[in-house]
């Protein structure tokens, strides 16, 4: 079971980013799906999640407003649109999929929860 994050780089504050995961090996359909960040020296933090069917979505409220999670269940994929970046949204993006517990979940910020997570992918954000 793999999530592939990718879509992360490098842009100037105010710039839009749109980072992608793609499941495999496994049906993500029936599972909330989320977006964590670590950047250097902080501990990884809840960024957005969507629920199984799409229907829910819970934000940080650091990205309210500025960033959309969504998701395409017939490519078992979620995505992360990333509007009016700062400096300080500077991380490693990593997309978790829900854990065999949580079948159907609503979104959640309880990293406990995702039982799946993607190598992570880069975003610098430039002032």
């Known amino acids: 079971v793999q999530l592939q994050a990718s879509g992360g780089g490098l842009v100037q504050a105010g710039d839009s980013l749109t980072l992608s995961c793609a499941g495999s090996g496994r049906t993500f359909s029936y599972y909330a799906m989320g977006w964590f960040r670590q950047a250097p020296g902080k501990e990884r933090e809840f960024v957005a999640a969507?629920?199984?069917?799409?229907?829910?979505?819970d934000y940080a409220d650091s990205v309210k407003g500025r960033f959309t999670i969504s998701r395409d269940s017939s490519k078992n994929s979620v995505y992360l649109q990333m509007n009016s970046l700062k400096p300080e949204d500077t991380a490693v993006y990593y997309c978790a999929g829900g854990g065999v517990r949580y079948r159907l979940g609503g979104p959640t910020y309880r990293s406990e929860r995702y039982d799946y997570w993607g190598q992570g992918t880069q975003v610098t954000v430039s002032s």
């Open positions: 969507i629920s199984w069917n799409g229907a829910s979505t």
